[in-house]
């Protein structure tokens, strides 16, 4: 089973800074499998970015997704005081299964 | 819009079953594959299985920690998935998600609101 891991944990960052989220997987992950999501609290999870750098209907430009092979990166490019968050990548893989990164939390510095 | 309501939760004792719906509304809901997810109280997201469209199947799969005591099934005339849960242990405890797999079956493009599932005595 394919591992996922997130850093960092915590990112404090004010509005309008850049914020740059990993996501590193313990095997090779095809690009077209990696997803991220959006949870803010006491919501759902919302699907941002499918197949590693597209994004789902309504996501605004400031979110990009990028990266191949076992690294991926979500960079969100100005901080809106909405996307502070906590920010979960996905991977899909064989079986079929399902898996979740420990999630990094954005939070206002 | 796409809409997914879950119900059902409530609280249960370890061993008892439960079963939850997820109503949706919004989209061709036979067209779609439709996936559980859960998330345990201040945790992470697991996914719990799903059930492709009838074009696909209609089979179902389940991650290990769930196989064998839960079962997943649909009713497109009503547009309703359901999550039957037996056998149900503590670590069950969790807030349990209806989500639609995108048309690829590789994500979930759209999530209902949650409802609570707590398993003790």
């Known amino acids: 089973e394919i591992v996922l891991t997130q850093s960092p944990g915590t990112l404090s960052l004010s509005p309008g800074e850049r914020a740059t989220l990993s996501c590193r997987a313990s095997?090779?992950?095809?690009?077209?499998?990696l997803a991220w999501y959006q949870q803010k609290p006491g919501q759902a999870p919302r699907l941002l970015i499918y197949g590693a750098s597209s994004r789902a209907t309504g996501i605004p430009d400031r979110f990009s997704g990028s990266g191949s092979g076992t690294d991926f990166t979500l960079t969100i490019s100005r901080l809106e005081p909405e996307d502070f968050a906590v920010y979960y990548c996905q991977q899909y893989g064989s079986s079929p299964s399902f898996t979740f990164g420990p999630g990094t939390k954005v939070d206002i510095k | 819009e796409v809409q997914l309501v879950e119900s059902g939760g409530g609280l249960v004792q370890p061993g008892r079953s439960l079963r939850l719906s997820c109503t949706a509304s919004?989209?061709?809901?036979?067209?779609?594959?439709m996936s559980w997810v859960r998330q345990a109280p201040g945790k992470g997201l697991e996914w719990v299985g799903f059930i492709r469209s009838k074009a696909y199947g209609g089979t179902t799969e389940y991650a290990a920690s769930v196989k064998g005591r839960f079962t997943i099934s649909r009713d497109d005339s009503k547009s309703i998935a359901y999550l039957q849960m037996n056998s149900l242990k503590t670590e069950d405890t969790a807030v349990y998600y209806c989500?639609?797999?995108?048309?690829?079956?590789?994500?979930?493009?759209?999530w209902g609101q949650g409802t609570l599932v707590t398993v003790s005595s």
């Open positions: 095997q090779s992950v095809s690009s077209s499998y």
């Open positions: 919004g989209f061709t809901f036979g067209d779609y594959a």
């Open positions: 989500t639609r797999s995108d048309t690829a079956m590789v994500d979930f493009d759209y």
